[in-house]
């Protein structure tokens, strides 16, 4: 289509923005449904008490918190709708056009297991355990973050950063976009973990931090929620070595320092802000803001790691002075009197 463009787009930005915004509401919503257990408040699905506007849900808290987790959703699928649309129409990068209609594709997903997650309680099945009912539930909280590290993708790449980026190399190690991969997947396993811990009703197994209750770090006895309560808080010590070392990695290079200072700042920032509301959480038993806050930190926390990697892509790579040395040195001619080990080696 002639009016593709392969530029800036400040109104796709700004969209894409808008849908950024929306699901900082609709995380937040989710987290708070689930963190007071109103995830059950309509056995059917996809409507509510079979309307889009069930009677009372404005005065009942369980209700609210579900049916307004509900609307958000369904409104963020519009807004996907409108990401198609407009990639479709204008952009001229065919990885972007796809990559919108991924990101619907993926949100479809999710809300379907959304739906899952309530069918298949053992509310509605009258099981004698809710195994697939938590799988569900497991299943969309981890949803929730491939949806919106996909969101951003698309929103970086849609950016005036990422135009200028590519007209400037960098002075990096490939090794250190392997430790932001590294970063960013320990992260996502750590939240999938704290989804387990939370669905599984396990917030408060080990109800004492940093110790245990007996003052120690093991606890004396163990159960399922003790063990992925205890394994959160074991992937929490991962995860912060592995964005530690990430950070460190990356700003060892000054031109990395100069264009990346302050995202890495902002990663070191809601580290520190997530082991706070996770410690809060505990110490508050488990109040439902903090809690949910917790939750809403850490997808902040993976998403920016998530995109702080991506534009360590983004830029190529210029090899420093010590790497082509380095590349140089098996060039030179080798001395007349070297040993046989030497040239072997």
């Not at 198609?84 to 056009?97: A, S």
């Not at 932001?180 to 704290?194: D, E, K, N, R, S």
């Not at 706070?276 to 110490?283: D, P, R, V």
């Amino acid at each position: 289509m002639k009016h593709r463009t392969i530029r800036y787009d400040r109104g796709l930005f700004y969209l894409c923005l808008l849908a950024v915004f929306w699901a900082i509401g609709l995380l937040y919503a989710g987290a708070y449904t689930t963190s007071i257990q109103a995830g059950m408040a309509f056995l059917d699905w996809p409507l509510s008490n079979s309307s889009i506007n069930p009677e009372g849900w404005l005065t009942n808290e369980d209700m609210r918190a579900e049916h307004s987790h509900r609307l958000l959703g369904a409104s963020f699928g519009l807004l996907s709708i409108a990401l198609i649309v407009w990639t479709q129409l204008r952009e001229g990068r065919r990885w972007i056009r796809q990559l919108a209609v991924g990101f619907f594709a993926v949100l479809l997903a999710q809300g379907l297991l959304g739906g899952m997650r309530v069918l298949f309680d053992q509310l509605n099945t009258g099981a004698d355990h809710n195994l697939a009912g938590q799988t569900f539930c497991v299943l969309h909280a981890s949803g929730a973050q491939i949806t919106v590290c996909v969101l951003a993708t698309l929103t970086f790449a849609t950016s005036h950063f990422w135009f200028k980026a590519g007209n400037t190399s960098l002075t990096l190690s490939p090794s250190t976009r392997t430790f932001g991969l590294i970063a960013t997947l320990t992260l996502f396993i750590q939240i999938v973990l704290g989804a387990v811990m939370r669905h599984a009703q396990a917030g408060m197994a080990i109800p004492t931090f940093p110790l245990t209750p007996e003052g120690s770090l093991l606890p004396a006895l163990w159960s399922f929620p003790v063990t992925v309560h205890w394994l959160h808080r074991l992937g929490a010590v991962f995860a912060t070595v592995a964005i530690l070392l990430f950070i460190g990695k990356l700003l060892s290079f000054p031109d990395a320092r100069r264009r990346f200072s302050m995202l890495a700042m902002a990663v070191v920032i809601l580290l520190g802000l997530q082991i706070f509301l996770g410690a809060a959480t505990i110490w508050t038993q488990k109040n439902p803001a903090i809690a949910s806050t917790h939750m809403l930190v850490g997808a902040f926390l993976l998403t920016t790691t998530w995109v702080l990697t991506l534009a360590t892509y983004r830029f190529p790579i210029r090899k420093s002075r010590s790497d082509e040395t380095t590349q140089a040195q098996p060039n030179k001619p080798i001395p007349s009197n070297a040993s046989v080990h030497t040239i072997a080696h």
